[in-house]
Nanobody
Framework: VQLQASGGGLVQAGGSLRLSCAAS????????MGWFRQAPAKEREFVAV????????SYGDSVKGRFTISRDNAKNTVYLQMNSLKPEDTAVYYC?????????????????WGQGTQVTVSS
């Protein structure tokens, strides 16, 4: 599975961005998909996960109520709508596809990763 993340940019605090992750490859629509982020000098942090059908969704505590993950399997694309952005949301955001059907908040359970897209929130 190949993943291509896009949609990052510079936004003021309180603003919104929508990230996209286009997947290609064998049966990409059957993977559970996650978003993670990594800020400078910090460990990679779980943001959100959605199962292959879209019926199960989980969020990291720091983004609950502000971010929404969704997917369009017909387009092989996963989205992350980010609202009410804060300076502490500044990071490189990565999309990932899990292996062996795992629905997980742990980065080590994801076998395939996109290249990352930078999100910068100014105060």
């Amino acid at each position: 599975v190949q993943l291509q993340a896009s949609g990052g940019g510079l936004v003021q605090a309180g603003g919104s961005l929508r990230l996209s992750c286009a997947a290609s490859g064998r049966t990409s629509s059957r993977y559970n998909m996650g978003w993670f982020r990594q800020a400078p000098a910090k460990e990679r942090e779980f943001v959100a996960v959605i199962n292959w059908s879209g019926g199960s969704i989980s969020y990291g505590d720091s983004v609950k109520g502000r971010f929404t993950i969704s997917r369009d399997n017909a387009k092989n694309t996963v989205y992350l709508q980010m609202n009410s952005l804060k300076p502490e949301d500044t990071a490189v955001y990565y999309c990932a596809a899990s292996q062996n059907g795992l629905y997980s908040v742990y980065a080590e359970h994801y076998a395939y990763w996109g290249q990352g897209t930078q999100v910068t929130v100014s105060s």
